[in-house]
């Protein structure tokens, strides 16, 4: 639990977005593979076989919560370089812009574009925690691009509408 328990925590984050929740989901996750820790077999890492079940108990949650819609994000890391007001704003503007684009895609796109980009895993690890083929996943992650790119423009317009000069 101290080697891949914060790891897990962010993980179920990414999906419930309620950091309580997501310390119930760990806790059943650890839990449940100390229950059955005999059918680990060994064929993935042990932090590869808990995301696993991270993201298959936050799947169980979100099918029977899913009008829950809280924030995903508290804290995007600032890089070290200096940074003025404005640019601070503009930039939360844009997570904000991104964060809401993001939450409006099916979890099935979802997912994959935060195990992939957020959490920098390779198709072939997403495939072996979402149990699906590589292929699905770059089919799923090609989709979510043109869905979130899709949104993101709209959004765009949404902006120039409602924007009285």
């Known amino acids: 639990m101290e080697e891949h328990g914060e790891y897990c925590l962010r993980v179920a984050y990414l999906y419930v977005k309620d950091w309580a929740i997501a310390e119930e989901i760990i806790q059943d996750v650890f839990l449940a593979f100390y229950q059955q820790q005999e059918r680990f077999e060994q064929r993935s890492s ?13 799947h169980d949650y979100l099918r ?21 007001a404005e640019k601070e704003l503009i930039e939360g503007e844009e997570r904000t812009i991104l964060k809401d684009a993001l939450f409006t895609l099916p979890i099935m796109y979802r997912e994959v574009l935060i195990l992939h980009y957020y959490k920098e ?16 996943v770059k089919t799923r992650l090609r989709r979510a691009r043109r869905l979130l790119q899709e949104q993101l423009e709209q959004s765009e317009w949404e902006v120039l509408v409602d924007d009285t000069f």
């Open 64 to 84: 029977s919560w899913k009008n829950k819609r809280l924030v995903l994000f508290e804290k995007l890391h600032i890089g070290a370089s200096k940074r003025t």
């Open 46 to 58: 042990l932090k590869t076989y808990l995301v696993k079940i991270t993201v298959h108990k936050s």
């Open 121 to 136: 895993l390779k198709v072939r690890e997403i495939a072996d925690i979402l149990g699906c083929s590589e292929n699905t």
